[in-house]
């Protein structure tokens, strides 16, 4: 096996080796290396266009719904490579679950899209049972307990986002992918969010993108600066890994420049 | 604190009255521009009115229960109905539902989900767009030399199968069409939201894509369907007619549309005044089934 060889760190839940993204011959994002840690939160951050969301999508497979996306380098979980031939997408997203940037739930009851996701990866429990423990450690309960049967439409955009990761936890990931979970709400429905993502992290290995720094300094234990610059010869911006450390490292005392410059509101 | 406003430049007109005033040229102007554009929207719809209208009032009278249950006379006899056509229309449209729509949607869902936009689908689409515009009766001589020629179904020639296939190659391309675009308004978000929680392909199209498109699909379909059951030229030849009620789906059938190409050139005035009654019968269903397509496409925005 092609993966043996690499040690990986038990706490390390997912690891990215020499990483390179790009979209046809357009290289989107270059050269990261990464072990991200088990059971804790993760921020990506970083300037518009500089490929965090690209890294993101990249962990679960997603980018593969994109034609003409191609990753070189590793993506190492659970000692396989995710990128392995022999590797099936549908298992991998089973296992690494995702919230996008804006709610997307299915158009059925808000029930139906809890259990969706649970029958499909072979739930044979209890569904009832499973529904309320999702929507409780979403903090969605309260509002939906009284509507299960409702279109998911039905709720407010902070609900759905809600409902969206209720969703995710009830198929039990071990690893849930957030894009901007917040963006498209108000402060409140995102505090909300965010006390959800506290209580989620004791069971669950968060990743998240944010473009809203503060948000990173609450939630994220860890946190990874991309940035993006021309390179010579390039077409357009081509985004990198900067810098990955510990949320206050990279907040109180960043090794590298650009850091500063874009947590101290500078440029970006 | 005083503003001095400068003095209108003379080279624009006075100032004027803010009230609207109808003799001014461009108000005129737009007045005779509306006129003309209502008088063409009035010239269009009026055939629609005329034939609506002279329909009606020729073929409603006709109207009663032995129109629905008894068989059209021999020549120079009066009375009878079209109860055979009704029932042989009725039959051919659904042989020719039940080919072309899971022919069709399997072929819109390959072209939306399946097909990554290589030469193979733009070459399907381009074909499904031609095939569209193909005459109907084209369709018909297709089929004649395909199966009624060659007596393909047990040495049967003329056929109410015959028939339903030459209205599903009909009714393929809007079912393909409507299938491809109504899944390509379903937001990209859906799909990934499936992924991400583990669905396959398969499952993702089945269980989300498809219901979520099912509203345009199901309009597409009724006005296919709308469409197939007042087509003449390509049974003419396939489905053929019969005085009879219908033997079988391999036997010749009578259809309202081939009964009025029939009789309403016939010299005897009961079989005139039955054509004239198919027609009454085959204008409301195509008009109800315009009506439920209209019905079904709204039920999404609700």
Redesign the interface.
Same mark, same amino acid.
């Given at each position: 096996m092609t993966t043996s060889s690499t040690t990986v760190a038990t706490d390390v839940c997912m690891s990215l080796q020499d990483v390179t993204i790009s979209y046809g011959s357009f290289e989107a994002v270059k050269n990261v290396y990464m072990d991200l840690p088990r059971g804790r939160v993760t921020a990506f951050i970083g300037p518009s266009g500089c490929g965090k969301t690209t890294v993101l999508r990249a962990l679960n497979r997603m980018n593969d719904l994109i034609p003409g996306c191609t990753l070189k380098g590793r993506v190492i979980f659970d000692q396989h490579d995710l990128y392995d031939k022999r590797v099936d997408p549908v298992e991998v997203r089973r296992r690494i679950g995702m919230v996008f940037q804006k709610p997307n739930p299915f158009p059925k009851s808000i029930y139906e899209n809890i259990a969706f996701g649970a029958r499909i990866n072979g739930y044979r429990g209890d569904m009832d049972e499973l529904v309320e423990r999702s929507l409780r450690k979403a903090a969605v309960w309260d509002e939906c307990k009284d509507k299960l049967q409702e279109s998911g439409f039905s709720l407010s955009g902070g609900q759905q986002q809600r409902l969206c990761i209720a969703r995710a936890i009830a198929t039990e990931p071990e690893v849930i992918l957030m894009d901007e979970p917040c963006s498209a709400l108000d402060p409140i429905s995102t505090l909300k969010i965010e006390e959800t993502m506290h209580e989620l992290k004791r069971s669950y290995t968060i990743i998240i993108v944010t473009h809203n720094m503060q948000q990173a300094v609450r939630v994220a234990d860890m946190t990874a600066f991309f940035n993006a610059e021309a390179v010579e010869g390039g077409s357009g911006k081509v985004g990198y890994l900067v810098e990955f450390n510990n949320t206050e490292n990279i907040f109180n005392s960043p090794s590298q420049q650009s850091t500063l410059d874009y947590v101290s509101g500078r440029f970006g | 604190m005083t503003v001095t406003l400068p003095p209108p430049s003379s080279q624009f007109q006075e100032r004027r009255t803010l009230l609207y005033q109808p003799g001014l040229k461009r108000n005129r102007f737009n007045r005779i521009c509306n006129a003309i554009a209502a008088t063409f929207a009035l010239i269009a719809i009026l055939p629609l009115f005329l034939v609506l209208f002279y329909v009606l009032i020729q073929g409603g009278r006709l109207i009663s229960p032995r129109l629905f249950t008894e068989l059209p006379p021999a020549p120079g006899l009066s009375g009878g109905g079209i109860g055979n056509a009704i029932l042989g229309t009725i039959l051919v449209t659904v042989i020719a539902t039940a080919i072309s729509v899971p022919v069709g949607v399997g072929g819109g869902v390959y072209l939306a989900e399946y097909s *990554?936009?290589g030469w193979f689908a733009q070459f399907v689409r381009f074909g499904n767009d031609v095939l569209a515009g193909v005459p109907s009766i084209i369709s018909g001589v297709f089929i004649y030399g395909l199966i009624v020629a060659t007596r393909f179904f047990f040495d049967q020639s003329y056929s109410a199968m015959a028939g339903g296939i030459a209205l599903a190659v009909l009714m393929l391309p809007t079912v393909i069409k409507t299938t491809d675009e109504g899944l390509k308004l379903v937001?990209q978000?859906?799909?990934? #939201? !499936?992924? #991400?929680? #583990? !669905? *396959?392909r398969f499952?993702t199209i089945t269980?989300?894509t498809l219901? !979520?498109a099912l509203t345009p699909i199901a309009t597409g379909v009724v006005l296919a369907i709308a469409r197939a059951a007042g087509e003449t030229a390509p049974l003419i030849f396939t489905a053929l007619f019969s005085p009879f009620w219908p033997e079988g789906v391999f036997n010749p059938i009578a259809t309202m549309s081939v009964l009025i190409y029939n009789f309403a050139i016939m010299p005897y005035e009961a079989q005139n005044e039955l054509a004239w009654a198919a027609s009454f019968v085959l204008v409301i269903l195509i008009l109800a089934a315009n009506l439920l397509a209209r019905w079904i496409s709204h039920l999404t925005k609700a």
């Open positions: - | *990554s936009r937001p978000e859906l799909r990934w #939201g !499936a992924y #991400g929680v #583990g !669905a *396959s499952v269980r989300i219901p !979520a």
